[in-house]
């Protein structure tokens, strides 16, 4: 038994709420220290509700989306969504489970969003499951110091345009309720990809 899954039943004996359904859903929690967590794909992303499709640049924009693109960076303003996808693999004989889960994104090393998703996540016993972490962010708040032709090319990089790379960093905390109380995973989970 592991460090992490020992501390955590210590501490629900110790509140007085060690019955065999909370037991079991600590050992799901802790289950994802066992799981394996890989960066899928960056998808779904809108650049000022242009839908970007891989491989998308800047010249498949027609007119109006580049006058669009235009005004916005006369104002400072480049807004995204996107959704980060990781694959879980859980090895393990009993399913590892969350009920929600704090998340932290960094695009080349400069924080995006650091938030919760509140959605249950559950993946059975020797299996996988993708996850889509949902991201809304200003790219000019951002990355206020850069050029706009950078911050510009950065959308469409996570379309997978040809530009320089794009280092995105993923941090993730679960946490499961028991009677009514969260009760969150030890540290944060981290992953790293680089989109070249």
């Not at 704090?102 to 695009?107: H, N, P, R, V």
């Amino acid at each position: 038994m592991s460090i992490i899954k020992k501390t955590l039943i210590i501490l629900l004996v110790m509140m007085g709420l060690a019955s065999c359904d909370v037991l079991n859903q600590v050992a799901q929690m802790a289950n994802f220290a066992n799981c394996s967590f890989n960066f899928n794909s960056v998808n779904q992303i809108q650049m000022l509700g242009v839908n970007l499709s891989r491989g998308m640049s800047k010249t498949d924009l027609n007119a109006a989306q580049l006058l669009n693109l235009a005004n916005s960076i006369m104002q400072k303003k480049l807004p995204v969504t996107f959704n980060v996808n990781v694959d879980v693999t859980n090895p393990n004989s009993i399913a590892a489970a969350m009920t929600k889960m704090d998340y932290i994104l960094t695009l080349n090393g400069k924080q995006v969003i650091s938030t919760s998703m509140n959605n249950a996540i559950n993946v059975p016993a020797n299996s996988s499951n993708m996850v889509s972490i949902p991201i809304s962010t200003d790219l000019f708040q951002l990355f206020s110091g850069e050029s706009a032709d950078a911050i510009v090319n950065l959308a469409f990089k996570l379309a997978g345009a040809s530009s320089q790379p794009v280092n995105v960093g993923l941090k993730v905390k679960p946490y499961i309720n028991i009677n009514g109380q969260q009760l969150a995973y030890p540290d944060y989970i981290t992953m790293n990809k680089t989109l070249n």
